[in-house]
């Protein structure tokens, strides 16, 4: 067993922690932190994405002891003082999310790809959330919510109009 | 808050964003997984290596001395307990299946099945202490292939002496509502057209995203289970047969459920043994699977040989068309696997006005993992054969395939039209729709484009795709599926309480994941008892809660379930009126409801049904003789199925010399009926289109010689990325169904059912100049490459799925690594 200190969502945690055990296991088992979801067991789905210092790591992909000393960001401390943030905002107002089992990863990893570049274009966002699995909505809304997110007009939802059902 | 000026004036037809959506950006969620009871142990599963084998002896000493195992069980422990696991459907009154065991006892039939479990403290050393169970195998000569296990050389299950599960035919001139489709054949060889084409249907696995998990706490006055299923009240009855536990003592929870597409519509192993584990234990046990576990032993989908012979005259009018099917089971019979491919047996003969028709299919077992619904189910793999068949009728004849399905479609004054396969379509509009579609897609530029490369000889060509379907959904009438030997209903229930404060619950017998059904019952309800949106609250998935109900799979939902909750919310409002009659007092033929208020004609006299709720609620003066409720319960049993339909096109780029294909465009127009919420039905049909182009380009499950799953994680199983796909023009036409009160038609399955054939036929119409006539699924660039050097493209995957090193190169990495 190793001590570790970490914070997560703000708040500081101190534990005794087997050496194997990762960082998703972590936030899920001891904290309480089942925001956060476990989708595969390969590091291909990124649905356990979380932010470690600021930066987006897949933590399935990281031992628990690997961050301590550390700052780890999950869905659950996204939205402050009850706003939510702009990203979740966006994914909640583009319908990109139907299921929502991929979508704390999603949010996660399109937070980091705007903060690595703030106006990306389509094949840019659809570069940067390539190591993110999503089976339910084609990823057709969840590229609009990335644009809208960083403030471009996503290109007009088509087939939404009221006149559709009239 | 929404005020009630800002508030649409009808909540159907409105792109209501959804109320399940905070809790799911917040990660406030309850996936099954999540669930941690006291004194909860984990349960892991030792599963087979093997397709084909006698276990010999099963030694799980090393496993029970392990840190903190409580327990290891075999299948000989527990034979006598675990009964057999169920199928649902008598596909022909003579249908033979195997017995299936939760927990294998002496034999297994596939790779992955279930030979013993531990039981531990922790999900960790349960995992561990299930590499110390030493299992003790005899191989069998297993059968994986589809054509070698309709010879019968090898049987998958050596007691049933044959293969054959099912043999099951449909054949117009036998039913009555068609001609000879011999006699057709026989006429189009001497004096018009004959294609004859063989197609593959590769095995296709669900891959929700949410990994299935199943909790189990035995402590309660009844036992509950938590799983992630598309069908808690499936579970819930199968629970009670199966494992001799009364009905009424198992409570069944579906919390949320991260996706299904049919791969969570199952009573599964893990779910009985998991209940086993429970009950043997005393203590609330969990097990939850590793994607590995998920992708070999979750029910697999499609997997079917389409032997297609179609008949036309030379003008192109189709005279008739048979269909020979070989339908892979797997090696046993899940809930519904036996009837999947026949799911199609109506839909071949699809928009067209053929006059004969004949059906037929082999279901065969292999040992293989089960298949099951799987998006679509049955209708996928019907659209796409005959999808692909128009199109190789229209090259044959040289003219546009947009041309050949109009001369062979119903028109749309032709409704309701009487198929050849007996089913009566209510409404539609092919003509509509593909016009729509052709606008919105760039038809004619796109064809114009296409010939200036062919012209120039460009090593980049453009292909373009026609797909034109309908389906049959909204399962379903229950008298049709009782004479299909289905043993269920298709009914759906809903009840509605009105609470004191005048908010409104609605209890759904439909069990979504994903689909937004708490949002879109919220806006049918809001416009039929006239409260905000706001104040209705959808409850489901706890057969507590929802007691009576038949779950969310085959595009069933609104159509049925929402008609329940519909008919529900009239009887509250029948309920009300001879309150609201008496507080107002009026006469009950004197009143009228409109927006939510009850009032008397000719005056300005009114009451909302919010105060005849606290009327009712404190129940000082009600009229003499009438309940004190307003709460309604109704069910809804359709009288026919809906039918969606839609025209799909699409364009690829093909390299011709790499053999890689580029999404160009893909526009569609489907024609679902009328719509409750435009942004949900948007999501449903991305989301569909993006898994039927997958099974058309990416996805296949492939087992090795020795029937070894070798796609059995997301790095071989290939799921599309957002760098794969592309952005969607989509739009609808609207045909109301005739059917049902809300005209509504489903949505769920209709961009899977579309697009797969779609996209074959756009890569197949780039290649076509080039002497190609057909692409295998998954359509890869080796394949593509290969077709147009002439050298097949239409060969199996197994070979190309295999490592790309040789043996020695294997042998010399494990002693290595000191293996």
Redesign the interface.
Known sequence: MTRINVTVDGASYSDEVEPRMLLVHYLRERLGKVGTVVGCDTSNCGACTVHLDGRSVKSCNVLAVQADGHEVTTIEGLATDGELHPMQRAFHEQHALQCGFCTPGMIMQAIDLLNDNAKPSEEQIREGLEGNLCRCTGYHNIVRAVQAASGQQPAEMSGTTEGAAS | MTTMEERPTRE????R??K??????????R?T??VVLPGMLHVAMVRSPFAHARITSIDTSAAKAAPNVVAVITGADIAEEQGGLPNAWMTTPDQVAPAHPAMAVDRVAFAGEIVAMVIARSA?EARDAVELVDVEYDELPAVLDLKQADKGDVLAHPDLGTNLSAHYVLDSEQEGTGGSVEQAIEEARTSGVLIEREYRQQRLIP?????RSVAVDPTAEQLTVWSATQVPHFVRVFIALVLGVPESKVRVIAP????G?GGKLQFTPEEALTVIAARRTGKPCKWTE???ESLMSGHHGRDQWQKMTLAAKKDGTVTGLKVELLANMGAYLGLVTSYIPMLGARMYNAIYKFPAYRFECRNLFTNSTWTDAYRGAGRPEATFAIERMMDELAAELKVDPIEIRERNWIKHEEFPFHTVSGLTYDSGNYEAATDKAKQ?FGYDDLRAEQAKRRQAGDPVQIGIGVSTFTEMCGLAPSRWLGEQGYVGGGWEHAAIRMLPTGKVEVITGTSP????HETAWSQIVADRLGVPFEDVEVLHGDTQIAVRGLDTYGSRSLAVGGMAVLAAADKVVEKAKPIAAHLLEASVDDLEFTDGKYGVRGTDKTIGLGEVAFAVFHAHNIPEGVEPSLDADATFDPEEFSYPHGTHLCAVEVDTETGGVKLRKYACVDDVG???N??????Q???????GISQALWEEAVHDEAGTLVSA???DYL?P???D?I??????T?SPATTNALGVKGVGEA?TIASTPAVVNAVVDALRPMGVSDVRMPCTPERIWKAIRGGGGTEPTEGAAMPHFDESDVAERSEGAGQ
């Open positions: 159907v037809g409105s792109a964003l959804r399940e959506d905070d809790r799911l950006i917040t990660g406030r969620t996936w997984d999540n960790a891959a929700f995203m949410e990994p949320d459920v991260g996706g597409f590793t994607r590995s919105l994941h994903g689909q937004g009328q719509i409750v435009p942004l949900i039905v948007a999501g049909v991305h989301g569909g289109l993006v898994q994680s997301f790095v799921l990325t957002t760098a796909t952005s969607f023009d989509i739009d609808h609207v961009g």
